[in-house]
């Protein structure tokens, strides 16, 4: 389906709340009165899903603070907003049930983050119901646990989005050549993965293979295991995340998750150790030999480890 994301228009509130009717109940549906308040003081972070023939299938809207939490008072007191706020709260994220599993929340969503970035917002930050942590978590949000919230007296998680915290990870689309007879993705090719995510990871660090290379300095592979945990099966949508467990200089190990896009069920784990060498293939110190690779993967192996002891 072909549609449009662009900011809210005034004349268009009458749709947009009669699709936060269809999505929410009474007692946690906003009035059209609150999409006014919220347009004429929150108008840069309100957006809609629009087709050709001008229908709204969603919309995502919020306001802007200075605290780290989704307080239930912001809801309806538009004063509040501040829009030099560092946080970019999210009131909702709205699709039609008739339009949903297409990607049309996930688009709003993914726009508001980068609108979020564009205004130099530290964190996008918003609670949801039980039922789509998975949904969220996928696309980048940290999970905070329950949250203080007694908005429409529902139970909401806390989760945000960070921008100096931002998830490394490798979308991967299943081709048809990477399954057996059975429409099963062969084991092989999660090792593969593997590969493409550390890639993927070294590239977006600004450190990427062949500018190391470059430098005389070659990263080969001593050893990779993998777990085999769920089928993955041709057309299915795979997220590799990969983190840095083990550093020292000469030795990096790698852990990988394979999590399925959309459920979020884990289908494979793994490892993979490394060594860095020269040009005549022997050991060299990254502190030494690329000062600048070293700091990285110190900050990467940090982040994990406090991640792991935080959770």
């Not at 749709?15 to 929150?42: G, N």
């Not at 802007?64 to 809801?75: E, G, R, T």
Request: charged content about 25%; overall charge negative.
């Amino acid at each position: 389906m072909e549609y449009t994301i662009r900011p809210v228009r005034a004349e268009e509130l009458e749709q947009v709340a009669a699709v936060e009717a269809e999505c929410f109940p009474a007692a946690e549906a906003a009035s059209r009165e609150d999409f006014e308040k919220r347009l004429e003081t929150c108008a840069e972070s309100f957006f809609v899903a629009e087709t050709k023939k001008g229908e709204i299938l969603g919309f995502v809207n919020g306001c802007c603070s200075n605290d780290s939490h989704l307080a239930d008072v912001l809801y309806h007191d538009s004063s509040l907003h501040d829009p030099q706020g560092a946080y970019q709260m999210i009131f909702g994220l709205n699709v039609r049930p008739a339009y949903r599993r297409q990607g049309i929340g996930e688009a709003l969503m993914r726009h508001m983050i980068e609108s979020a970035r564009k205004r130099g917002k530290k964190a996008v930050v918003l609670t949801c119901k039980e039922h789509m942590v998975t949904f969220y978590s996928r696309l980048g949000y940290r999970f905070f646990g329950l949250s203080d919230s007694t908005h429409g007296g529902a139970s909401w998680y806390l989760m945000r989005y960070e921008f100096d915290r931002e998830p490394m990870w490798l979308e991967h689309r299943v081709a048809y050549y990477e399954t057996d007879q059975m429409g099963i993705v062969h084991h092989s090719n999660y090792i593969r993965w593997f590969e493409e995510a550390r890639v993927d990871l070294m590239e977006k660090l600004g450190m990427g293979y062949e500018q190391m290379e470059a430098e005389g300095i070659i990263s080969p592979v001593l050893g990779v295991q993998a777990s085999y945990r769920s089928m993955t099966r041709f057309g299915d949508t795979v997220l590799v995340y990969p983190s840095v467990i083990k550093y020292n200089g000469i030795r990096l190990e790698i852990s990988y998750r394979v999590t399925d896009r959309d459920s979020g069920a884990l289908r494979c784990e793994g490892e993979s150790q490394h060594c860095f060498l020269n040009a005549d293939g022997r050991p060299v110190s990254l502190k030494r030999a690329n000062p600048g690779a070293h700091e990285m993967f110190m900050k990467l192996l940090e982040e994990n480890t406090k991640e792991k002891t935080s959770s």
